[in-house]
Antibody, heavy 121, light 107 residues
Framework: EVQLLESGGGLVQPGGSLRLSCAAS????????MSWVRQAPGKGLEWVSS????????YYADSVKGRSTISRDNSQNTLFLQMNSLRAEDTAVYYC??????????????WGQGTLVTVSS | EIVLTQSPATLSLSPGERVTLSCRAS??????LAWYQQKPGQAPRLLIY???NRATGIPARFSGSGSGTDFTLTISSLEPEDFAVYYC?????????FGGGTKVEIK
């Protein structure tokens, strides 16, 4: 059974940093691209970042480019999102998501339960 | 950047009714369009990918159609568990993008 378990969210002051983690199980993690998708309170879904299976290819939304770094540790089946210079508009539930097939970057057939990031003083 | 526009924003319907949701892309996405369902407090669930392919375990009452810029998600007969928000998402171009969602609520 595929499982994705995010952690690392919390309350952080504007300008601060957080590192989100997503522990994956139930599939061959290194074969699949992974992504982060966020959802601000009461709002829609926003794609944040994606990384390929080997970890050498990454993409970012303009809203986080230059402030965030996606990475993965295939030996530990874990996905990360390092977020710096956090702003109030980064407040959201952050989901990690698995791509449906090996050769694609999306869509996403499995999602974690999400971790809430709140940026506030 | 490809903008996906979903309409209507909200639909008020009764169980048993047929539902048609629209997603329009600002430029062609070929058939690289997916649909998700999200219920309150839950993660999204993939329903349809590549415009018309049902994801694993999705009931046959859900169907998708379209190509290019205009896409439709149809629910043939609404079940009580189908009241939720529905999002479309394109994978044709970076950045990946989602539509703003359509809420299907109980009338």
């Amino acid at each position: 059974e595929v499982q994705l378990l995010e952690s690392g969210g919390g309350l952080v002051q504007p300008g601060g940093s957080l590192r989100l983690s997503c522990a994956a199980s139930g599939f061959t993690f290194s074969n699949y691209a992974m992504s982060w998708v966020r959802q601000a309170p009461g709002k829609g879904l926003e794609w944040v970042s994606s990384i390929n299976g080997a970890g050498g290819g990454t993409y970012y939304a303009d809203s986080v480019k230059g402030r965030s770094t996606i990475s993965r540790d295939n030996s530990q089946n874990t996905l990360f999102l390092q977020m710096n210079s956090l702003r109030a508009e980064d407040t959201a539930v952050y989901y990690c998501a698995k791509v449906i097939s090996i050769s694609n970057w999306s869509p996403f057939d499995y999602w974690g339960q999400g971790t809430l990031v709140t940026v506030s003083s | 950047e490809i903008v996906l526009t979903q309409s209507p924003a909200t639909l008020s319907l009764s169980p048993g009714e047929r539902v048609t949701l629209s997603c329009r892309a600002s430029q062609s996405v070929s058939n690289y369009l997916a649909w998700y369902q999200q219920k309150p407090g839950q993660a999204p669930r993939l329903l349809i990918y590549d415009a018309s392919n049902r994801a694993t375990g999705i009931p046959a009452r859900f169907s998708g159609s379209g190509s290019g810029t205009d896409f439709t998600l149809t629910i043939s007969s609404l079940e009580p568990e189908d009241f939720a928000v529905y999002y479309c998402q394109q994978r044709s171009n970076w950045p990946l993008s989602f539509g703003g969602g359509t809420k299907v609520e109980i009338k």
